[in-house]
Antibody
Framework: EVQLLESGGGLVQPGGSLRLSCAAS????????MDWVRQAPGKGLEWVAS????????YYVGSVKGRFTISRDNAQNSLWLQMNSLRAEDTAIYYC??????????WGQGTLVTVSS | QSALTQPPSASGSPGQSVTISCTGT?????????VSWYQQHPGKAPKLMIS???KRPSGVPDRFSGSKSGNTASLTVSGLQAEDEADYYC???????FGGGTKLTVL
């Protein structure tokens, strides 16, 4: 059974940093692009970042470029999102998602990040 | 780049059919094969319901179907059931921009 388990969320002050983790089980992430998608409270879904199977290509939504870094370790079957210079508008539930063919075919349960003083 | 356009709400009675639209442009919907739909119940993670405009993943009830006409993709839920009440989102893989979401209410 495919499972994605996020962790690392919490309360952080504006300007602070946080590192989210996503532990995968039931499949090998080495075969898939992996992504982070977020959802602000009461709002819709927003794709945040993607990383290729071998980590050589990374893409970000414009609002997080230069502040967030996506990374992976296929040997550990894990994905991370390093978030720096956090802003109030980064407050959201962050989901780890596995890519299928032109879709997100599996999602984790999410981890809540709150940026507030 | 603009997000895809969805109606904020839709509703239907049990047993009825309801269609949710997702409008983009020729480049991200009309001439592009990778549009997918997701169901999200309150407090839960999204779930893939339709991929590549019309394909239904294993385990998704056949009451859910997808289609496309011009620059508009659509999700149809036939034989509405109470458990179908949820938020629904579309996305074009061309831009990885989601629609704003549609809240489906089963009356």
């Amino acid at each position: 059974e495919v499972q994605l388990l996020e962790s690392g969320g919490g309360l952080v002050q504006p300007g602070g940093s946080l590192r989210l983790s996503c532990a995968a089980s039931g499949f090998s992430i080495s075969r898939s692009w992996m992504d982070w998608v977020r959802q602000a409270p009461g709002k819709g879904l927003e794709w945040v970042a993607s990383i290729k199977q071998d980590g050589t290509e990374k893409y970000y939504v414009g609002s997080v470029k230069g502040r967030f870094t996506i990374s992976r370790d296929n040997a550990q079957n894990s994905l991370w999102l390093q978030m720096n210079s956090l802003r109030a508008e980064d407050t959201a539930i962050y989901y780890c998602a596995k890519e299928g063919t032109g879709n997100f075919d599996f999602w984790g349960q999410g981890t809540l990040v709150t940026v507030s003083s | 780049q603009s997000a895809l356009t969805q109606p904020p709400s839709a509703s239907g009675s049990p047993g009825q059919s309801v269609t949710i639209s997702c409008t983009g442009t020729s480049s991200d919907v009309g001439d592009y094969p990778y549009v997918s739909w997701y169901q999200q119940h309150p407090g839960k993670a999204p779930k893939l319901m339709i991929s590549e405009v019309t394909k239904r993943p294993s385990g998704v009830p056949d009451r859910f179907s997808g289609s496309k006409s011009g620059n508009t993709a659509s999700l149809t839920v036939s034989g509405l059931q109470a458990e179908d009440e949820a938020d629904y989102y579309c996305i074009s893989w061309k831009t990885k921009l989601f629609g704003g979401g549609t809240k489906l209410t089963v009356l």
